[in-house]
C-alpha cells in the first residue's frame, strides 16, 4: 500500500526509548539475554525498536526469523523441550486458544495505563478465559471502498446498494468467503460463535432464526448483488477506479493496486479523489461488524523465560514510537493510540481506522478451526444459486459444525 508519510517520522525523531512501555528494568541476577522468535516475513519491522530498548536496558537479544505458516507448530515442540523462545512477536491473535491450550505461552500482566494506551478491540484479540495472553502492535479490517466518480456519498444501509454495484471480496465458486461476508451477517444478528465479557465462547451464534434470515437473504440476492463468485482481481480494481463498481468490501491490501493499477488499467488514483473508504452499512438492521486481525507479541511459557525482561521489551513493542515505526515500515495501522493518531495522517489509515471502528476480534479460541471450510462452502452454495433448501443447508451447517466443535 503505498502511504504518504511526510513528517510523520520526525514527529517521533524526539521520543526518547524510556517511554511507558519501556519501564526500566528491576536488575536480575541471571545472565540478560532474550531469545525472540518473530515471522522472518516481520523481522526487519522489529530490528530498530529491539535495538533500542536492548541498549537502553542492557540486554543482548537474539532475533531468530521463523516460517509463520509453521513457528505455532514449532512452538508447541520447543517449549516443553526447554529450547524454546522467551518471546513470540507478530504473532497472529486467533493462535492464542491453540497455544493456550497447549501450555506454552503465560498470561501477560499490564498496568491499567498501558492498558488505557491501547485501543480495546486489539487488546481483546488476546483475550482468552477473562486473561490477557499476549499484547497488540498493529490491526487490520476491511471497509467499504468507493469510486468517487459513481458513488461520491456514503449509502445508508445494504438496501440503497443495488444489484451490480457491490463487490463481496473475490468469494470463488465453491469455498466461499466467510472473512468478508461477515459484517454482512453479523448486521443479522448472527454471530459465529456467542461472547461474554470474557472473551468469545464456543457455543455458536450463527444458528436459530437469524441465521436462517441470513442465508435467506444470501439466497434472494446471490451473484447478482453480491458480485461474480469468480471475479478476478484485476478486473474488480479496474472497476473501482473507473466507477464501473460502486463498492468493493476488501482491505488495505487492495489500496496499493486501486493507487497504481495494473496491467489492465494503470491510472493512478488518489484516495479522497478517486476513491473513499467507508464504513460497511448494515444489511440486516444491526450494527455490521466486520472482523478485526491483530498482530501482536506472547510470553511463552518455557522454564528459562525471563518473565520481567520479556514483558518489558513486549510492552515497549507496544508503545508509541514501535507503534509508528510499524506504519513507517509496513503501513500496518498501530494499536497503540498515540501511534495511531500520528499514522492518521496518513487519510487511508484514518478512513480504515474509523472503518473498523465496530469491527471484532476474529474469534481466537480452538473451536474457530472447525467453522471456516463447512461456513464458506455453504456460503457459496447459497448464493450461487446450488442451495434448494437455504435454510435447512444453513441448519446443516451449524449442526455439523458443532458436532465437530463437541467432538
Given at each position: 500500500?503505498?502511504?504518504?508519510?511526510?513528517?510523520?517520522?520526525?514527529?517521533?525523531?524526539?521520543?526518547?526509548?524510556?517511554?511507558?512501555?519501556?519501564?526500566?528494568?528491576?536488575?536480575i541476577?541471571?545472565?540478560?539475554?532474550?531469545?525472540?522468535?518473530?515471522?522472518?516475513a516481520?523481522k526487519?519491522?522489529?530490528t530498530?525498536?529491539?535495538?533500542?530498548?536492548?541498549?537502553?536496558?542492557?540486554?543482548?537479544?537474539?532475533v531468530?526469523?521463523?516460517?509463520?505458516?509453521?513457528?505455532?507448530?514449532?512452538?508447541?515442540?520447543?517449549?516443553?523441550?526447554?529450547?524454546?523462545?522467551?518471546?513470540?512477536?507478530?504473532a497472529?491473535?486467533?493462535?492464542?486458544?491453540?497455544?493456550?491450550a497447549?501450555g506454552?505461552?503465560?498470561?501477560?500482566?499490564?498496568?491499567?495505563?498501558?492498558?488505557?494506551?491501547?485501543?480495546?478491540?486489539?487488546?481483546?484479540g488476546?483475550?482468552?478465559?477473562?486473561?490477557?495472553?499476549?499484547?497488540?502492535?498493529?490491526?487490520?479490517?476491511?471497509?467499504?471502498?468507493?469510486?468517487?466518480?459513481?458513488?461520491?456519498?456514503?449509502?445508508?444501509?445494504?438496501?440503497?446498494?443495488?444489484?451490480?454495484?457491490?463487490?463481496?471480496?473475490?468469494?470463488?465458486?465453491?469455498?466461499?468467503?466467510?472473512?468478508?461476508?461477515?459484517?454482512?451477517?453479523?448486521?443479522?444478528?448472527?454471530?459465529?460463535?456467542?461472547?461474554?465479557?470474557?472473551?468469545w465462547?464456543?457455543?455458536?451464534?450463527?444458528?436459530?432464526?437469524?441465521?436462517?434470515?441470513?442465508?435467506?437473504?444470501?439466497?434472494a440476492?446471490?451473484?447478482?448483488?453480491?458480485?461474480?463468485?469468480?471475479?478476478?482481481?484485476?478486473?474488480?480494481?479496474?472497476?473501482?477506479?473507473?466507477?464501473?463498481?460502486?463498492?468493493?468490501?476488501?482491505?488495505?491490501?487492495?489500496?496499493?493496486?486501486?493507487?497504481?493499477?495494473?496491467?489492465?488499467?494503470?491510472?493512478?488514483?488518489?484516495?479522497?479523489?478517486?476513491f473513499?473508504?467507508?464504513?460497511?452499512?448494515?444489511?440486516?438492521?444491526?450494527?455490521?461488524?466486520?472482523?478485526?486481525?491483530?498482530?501482536?507479541?506472547?510470553?511463552?511459557?518455557s522454564?528459562?523465560?525471563?518473565?520481567?525482561?520479556?514483558?518489558?521489551?513486549?510492552?515497549?513493542?507496544?508503545?508509541?514510537?514501535?507503534g509508528?515505526?510499524?506504519?513507517?515500515?509496513?503501513?500496518?495501522?498501530?494499536?497503540?493510540?498515540?501511534?495511531?493518531?500520528?499514522?492518521?495522517?496518513d487519510?487511508?489509515?484514518?478512513?480504515?481506522?474509523?472503518?473498523?471502528?465496530?469491527?471484532?476480534?476474529?474469534?481466537?479460541?480452538?473451536?474457530?478451526?472447525?467453522?471456516?471450510?463447512?461456513?464458506?462452502?455453504?456460503?457459496?452454495?447459497?448464493?450461487?444459486?446450488?442451495?434448494?433448501?437455504?435454510?435447512?443447508?444453513?441448519?446443516?451447517?451449524?449442526?455439523?459444525?458443532?458436532?465437530?466443535?463437541?467432538?
Open positions: 500500500m503505498k502511504i504518504r508519510k511526510s513528517g510523520i517520522a520526525a514527529a517521533v525523531a524526539t521520543l526518547a526509548v524510556g517511554t511507558l512501555f519501556a519501564a526500566s528494568t528491576p536488575a541476577a541471571d545472565t540478560p539475554t532474550l531469545l525472540v522468535w518473530v515471522d522472518s516481520r526487519a519491522d522489529f530498530g525498536p529491539i535495538a533500542d530498548w536492548a541498549k537502553a536496558n542492557g540486554v543482548t537479544v537474539t531468530t526469523g521463523k516460517d509463520f505458516g509453521t513457528v505455532r507448530d514449532q512452538l508447541k515442540t520447543a517449549v516443553p523441550a526447554g529450547t524454546g523462545p522467551d518471546l513470540l512477536l507478530a497472529a491473535h486467533d493462535w492464542t486458544g491453540n497455544l493456550v497447549s506454552v505461552v503465560r498470561p501477560v500482566s499490564l498496568s491499567a495505563a498501558q492498558t488505557s494506551s491501547l485501543a480495546s478491540n486489539a487488546l481483546a488476546f483475550l482468552y478465559n477473562g486473561k490477557q495472553y499476549g499484547v497488540p502492535f498493529w490491526t487490520e479490517n476491511i471497509g467499504l471502498v468507493r469510486s468517487l466518480k459513481s458513488a461520491p456519498k456514503v449509502p445508508a444501509n445494504g438496501a440503497a446498494i443495488k444489484n451490480g454495484e457491490l463487490q463481496v471480496g473475490t468469494y470463488g465458486s465453491v469455498g466461499g468467503d466467510p472473512y468478508h461476508f461477515y459484517p454482512i451477517q453479523s448486521s443479522f444478528g448472527a454471530p459465529v460463535f456467542d461472547s461474554t465479557s470474557k472473551g465462547t464456543t457455543t455458536l451464534g450463527m444458528d436459530g432464526a437469524e441465521g436462517a434470515t441470513f442465508a435467506k437473504y444470501l439466497a440476492k446471490g451473484t447478482a448483488f453480491f458480485g461474480k463468485a469468480d471475479a478476478s482481481w484485476d478486473k474488480t480494481v479496474c472497476a473501482i477506479k473507473t466507477g464501473a463498481l460502486k463498492y468493493w468490501i476488501t482491505g488495505p491490501w487492495a489500496i496499493s493496486a486501486i493507487e497504481g493499477g495494473n496491467s489492465t488499467c494503470n491510472a493512478k488514483s488518489v484516495v479522497d479523489k478517486d473513499a473508504i467507508s464504513a460497511i452499512p448494515s444489511f440486516g438492521g444491526k450494527t455490521a461488524q466486520q472482523f478485526m486481525g491483530v498482530k501482536g507479541g506472547m510470553i511463552t511459557n522454564p528459562s523465560t525471563d518473565v520481567v525482561r520479556a514483558t518489558s521489551l513486549l510492552t515497549y513493542l507496544a508503545g508509541k514510537a514501535a509508528v515505526n510499524y506504519f513507517n515500515t509496513e503501513s500496518f495501522s498501530p494499536a497503540n493510540k498515540e501511534a495511531l493518531a500520528v499514522a492518521s495522517n487519510p487511508v489509515i484514518k478512513e480504515f481506522a474509523a472503518a473498523g471502528k465496530n469491527a471484532v476480534p476474529m474469534p481466537n479460541n480452538p473451536a474457530m478451526d472447525s467453522v471456516w471450510d463447512k461456513w464458506g462452502k455453504t456460503e457459496a452454495k447459497i448464493i450461487t444459486g446450488k442451495s434448494t433448501n437455504p435454510t435447512a443447508d444453513w441448519t446443516a451447517m451449524t449442526d455439523a459444525i458443532t458436532a465437530l466443535i463437541k467432538g
